[in-house]
Every structure is written in C-alpha cells, then in structure tokens.
C-alpha cells in the first residue's frame, strides 16, 4: 500500500518541474537556461534523498514487523539526519563548482548569483519533507503525508507560475519562490502531523516509539 502514494508524489513532483519548464520556455529562453541549471541540481538532489528515503522506510517497516522498535527509532533518527546531510553536501558542492556549471551552461554569474539563495532554500525543504515522507510510509502513516505532500506542489506550481506570468522584475526567481513557499507548506504541514504521530504512538505503545 505504501507504493502508491509514493509513485502518486513522485509523478506531482517531476510533473511540476516538468510543466515549470514548459511556462518557462514560453517566456524567455535566457530564463529556461538559468532555471535549467537549478533544476538540474535540485533533480540531483532528489535521486539521493529517493533513494535514502526508501531505504529508511524499508528498514523501519522491516524492524517493526519483527518487533525490533529500538532498530525503527534509531532508523527513523539518523534518516531524518542524513536527509539534511545530503541536501547540505549538494548545496556545497553546487557552490563550490558553480564557476564550471555556469561555464557549461554559457551563463554568466550575475544571473544565476539571484537564485542561488532560493535553490539552497529549497533543497533543505525538500529534503527535510523528503525525509520525513519516509519515515512516516515506514509506520504506515502514509495518506496524510501524501495529501500534505501533494498540496504543496499544486500551491507551488500555482505560486511560481503567477509570479513567473505577472512580475516584470524576479523572472528567474520566480519559480523558486513558488517551489519555497510550497516546501514550506509542506514542511510545516509534516512536521506538525510527524509531531501528533509520535505522540499517538507513544501514548499507545506506553513507551517512545520514535523518539
């Protein structure tokens, strides 16, 4: 049951990048080139986290149907760190190599310089909503987070798109404002049901189930 709504967030999250870049085209082929750069590293970005993320899910579903709570506390903790680790080793390397990226994608650095803020911003976002994601399919809480999940996409495409439509002035922040605010939603919106969940868990188990 868990793979549903995880293949339902992953095709809203690639379809949003998708369809940002067809507005993205209509306007302005210098604003697709600096976009695309970011877009790029977030997708980098987002195969790691996948990847951590079902690799967290399945060693906390694995240690609870054994039995083994302690094991899906510990999976569940360093999960949620190593999300922000990996976020935080691309944002680093991102800037460390921005120099060669801009030279591959014959930008200068004062277009991009705009975005890079919002793309790091971004990255702790997802990765930390990524994470949590995770850790909450692996308890079999998966339905709340998918429609938190899915919300903030939607509200994201919305926000980038009218902002990339209707500013004259922050074209290529425009998308990364709207994915901000939607990582945001998201964030909050996890972290806030992560935090009831846990406590429902603990008051049913008599111990810390989670944390």
Not at 50 to 63: A, D, E, F, K, R
Not at 65 to 93: C, E, H, P
């Amino acid at each position: 049951m868990t793979g549903l709504p995880n293949c339902g967030v992953i095709l809203l999250e690639w379809g949003m990048y998708e369809v940002f870049i067809l507005i993205i085209g209509s306007k302005s082929v210098e604003i697709l080139q600096n976009n695309s750069v970011g877009l790029t590293i977030v997708c980098i970005s987002y195969l790691l986290l996948y990847g951590n993320g079902v690799s967290l899910t399945t060693h906390i579903s694995q240690s609870l149907s054994t039995g083994q709570i302690n094991d899906a506390r510990k999976y569940a903790q360093n999960g949620l760190v190593t999300g922000i680790f990996i976020a935080s080793m691309v944002i680093a390397a991102s800037l460390s190599l921005k120099g060669i990226v801009y030279r591959a994608a014959g930008v200068t650095n004062t277009e991009l310089d705009d975005i890079i803020p919002w793309i790091c911003c971004y990255l702790l976002l997802d990765s930390w909503q990524i994470s949590l994601n995770a850790v909450m399919r692996g308890y079999n809480k998966h339905v709340i987070p998918m429609i938190i999940t899915s919300i903030s996409f939607i509200i994201s495409l919305v926000t980038g798109s009218i902002l990339l439509m209707l500013t004259s002035t922050l074209k290529t922040q425009s998308v990364w404002l709207g994915l901000c605010v939607g990582g945001l939603f998201a964030s909050i919106g996890l972290t806030l049901y992560f935090a009831k969940s846990i406590f429902e868990l603990n008051t049913t188990n008599g111990s810390s189930i989670i944390f």
